[in-house]
């Protein structure tokens, strides 16, 4: 884990001290820099030591100096790859994973990438080709950013550091604005940063010694071609070794190694696995928030739960008020883009509080998106099993439980009855497209505190959604909502495990996002892996004897909640007021400062409107003035 950088092109014009010292933060144990003879390439790099300490200093060549790299990241299969890699010729002067990508690049070329089990984001320099070779990992857990002109290509682990380079202006994109208003996050390869493009999840780049792209290359995709042949029994055996080799790998830390515990079914599961397969000796410390202001937003008894039977050492931190006035501002600025919901604060704070006691974490971040958890899929599927039984079309493939089999699983949307009533108010059974776009759209309460012209190309949002949302073979309904949380709302969440992790120099590992994991549950049919409707249903099964029967029963699914909407009605309104309406504020043109004030004041139970434009203002005044 750490922070790179690099230019490709742009002479000498480009501050590279300062792309990396903004990067400090990821790298707090060294940093390293190299440069082509020709001086036509550099590539710098900030280090978390975490693996071999000592030797794993980058930028990292083979052995006669013609390849080079630097990388953000984990191999977790590294040993084994040392050891094939070895008996192909290979000679290694270190014991670090970074190595590793060198010599299975000068090995296999860009086909290197399909032999790597881990989350990394990285850059290799081949001199003999005049190339550089850029990829991300499959589902995006690490961050790749990038600016290309024709004067050459800027990359880094954060757009922070591109800003640094002194070549780029920050100016807003306000179609990427109108994507976030509507998703929280930015579809495709954009960011809310004019010019400023992501490397997508699953893709390579390879640019000529001028900065010129060459290639922009998708090499891993989910591919739902399903498994008739093999039973509900094999899949569910199938996935418990999975999960354990996949803990188990993402135990190898040269360093202290603790995790993330919420009290939910997926961070219990890590935990519970971890200590189990912790061959340290030690036990596991375990990092775990909660707020003072009511039982609804605590479930630290369900973590204490769980940290008894794994026999972990509890921490636990209770974020305030005026920890979020204090800290919001950090925060947004590490952020570099408003991004997801509140819980972004509280995962800071735990974060804070790990890096106290580790530098890597396991966490369970993706199960939701992988195993079908959120309640939007029960209520999607809902009204497809609704229009079959209407239709007579229920025995259809694209139904992964009937009418009557999916009663049962209806209990769990107590809780969720004004999103059923919002979704339902409006183009009950049009397309699929179209009523899972619904679901996702958080632009409907928003608008009116916002200035309309913002909102001027719905068109074009909703095809954007489209592309994505059938861009794959998926046949199901059910498949077409999870292949588009997982290329648009898990990176969004993983952006938010990055900075607030790596805020504190801390390594975050997420087990549950190991590829050979997500294709199998791709692979796997509806009917078995969403059975009558249950979320998580295959998962559930999987870890039935690992985890608390108390954990696995419950039903009040909280994902962290954060009680701003009291605090808005005390400690933090005069902070919301200073903040979004001040002659700095008014004077951007993107909020509506009349009915915004009225908005502050209103705001619903757990709503998001002044949280949303708080983080957006926050973001103009850390990277616009």
Request: proline fraction near 4%; aromatic fraction near 12%.
């Amino acid at each position: 884990m750490c922070g790179i950088a690099g230019i490709v092109g742009y002479s000498n014009t480009v501050e590279r001290k300062n792309m990396l010292d903004i990067l400090a933060h990821r790298g707090p144990d060294g940093e390293g820099e190299y440069v082509s003879p020709d001086g036509a390439v550099w590539m710098g790099h900030r280090r978390l030591a975490i693996i071999d300490p000592e030797g794993g200093q980058q930028p990292i060549s083979n052995e006669d100096g013609t390849v080079w790299v630097v990388f953000n990241g984990c191999i977790y299969n590294y040993l084994e790859l040392t050891q094939t890699l070895r008996r192909r010729g290979h000679r290694f002067r270190s014991y670090t994973d970074t190595e590793v990508i060198v010599h299975a690049y000068e090995e296999y070329g860009e086909d290197c990438l399909k032999y790597f089990i881990g989350m990394f984001s990285f850059a290799v320099w081949d001199e003999k080709k005049q190339t550089l070779f850029c990829a991300r990992d499959r589902l995006g857990v690490k961050p790749f950013y990038y600016w290309q002109d024709d004067a050459g290509f800027l990359f880094a682990s954060e757009i922070k550091a591109l800003l640094a380079a002194g070549r780029i202006e920050a100016v807003e994109d306000r179609d990427s604005l109108q994507e976030y208003l509507v998703f929280q996050t930015v579809l495709a390869d954009k960011t809310l940063f004019k010019g400023v493009k992501k490397l997508l999840p699953g893709y390579y780049l390879l640019l000529g010694k001028n900065g010129e792209i060459i290639k922009n290359q998708q090499y891993w995709d989910l591919n739902f071609n399903m498994d008739f042949d093999h039973t509900e029994e094999y899949f569910i055996d199938r996935l418990r070794v999975l999960l354990e080799d996949s803990v188990k790998i993402r135990l190898r830390s040269d360093v202290a190694l603790g995790a993330h515990l919420s009290g939910g079914l997926d961070s219990s599961t890590m935990v519970c696995l971890a200590s189990m397969l912790n061959s340290t000796g030690e036990s596991l410390k375990t990092f775990t928030g909660a707020f003072d202001e009511g039982p609804e937003f605590d479930e630290s008894h369900y973590a204490r739960l769980v940290s008894e039977k794994a026999g972990t050492e509890y921490l636990q931190v209770n974020p305030g008020s005026q920890d979020f006035v204090d800290l919001l501002p950090r925060i947004i600025y590490f952020m570099d883009e408003p991004s997801a919901g509140p819980g972004v604060f509280p995962q800071y704070m735990v974060s804070r509080l790990a890096s106290e006691h580790v530098k890597v974490v396991l966490g369970g971040q993706g199960g939701d998106e992988i195993f079908a958890g959120y309640a939007r899929y029960l209520i999607g599927y809902l009204e497809e099993c609704l229009k079959g039984a209407i239709e007579e079309t229920e025995g259809r493939a694209q139904y992964a439980a009937t009418l009557s089999s999916i009663i049962p699983s209806l209990p769990m949307l107590q809780q969720y009855v004004p999103m059923l009533r919002y979704f339902w108010s409006d183009g009950l059974f049009e397309s699929q497209e179209k009523r899972y776009f619904r679901l996702m759209d958080r632009s409907g309460g928003v608008k009116d505190i916002y200035n309309p012209d913002i909102f001027c190309d719905g068109v074009k949002v909703f095809k954007e959604f489209e592309n994505i949302f059938s861009g794959s073979n998926a046949g199901s309904f059910l498949n077409r909502m999870l292949y588009f949380d997982i290329k648009v709302h898990l990176p969004a969440l993983l952006h938010v495990e990055d900075r607030t992790s790596m805020a504190w120099g801390l390594e975050s590992r997420v087990p549950l996002l190991d590829h050979r994991i997500v294709e199998l549950i791709a692979s796997i049919p509806p009917v078995i892996k969403f059975k009558g409707g249950q979320p998580k249903y295959l998962f559930r099964k999987a870890v039935k004897n690992i985890v608390p029967e108390k954990v696995m029963e419950r039903k009040d699914k909280m994902g962290f909640p954060v009680p701003l909407h009291l605090w808005f009605k005390g400690s933090l309104r005069d902070f919301a007021c200073d903040t979004l309406l001040s002659s700095q504020a008014k004077s951007r043109g993107i909020f509506n400062p009349e009915a915004l004030e009225k908005a502050i004041v209103n705001e619903k139970d757990f709503g998001r409107l002044i949280w949303g434009a708080l983080c957006l203002e926050l973001w103009f005044s850390s990277f616009f003035k």
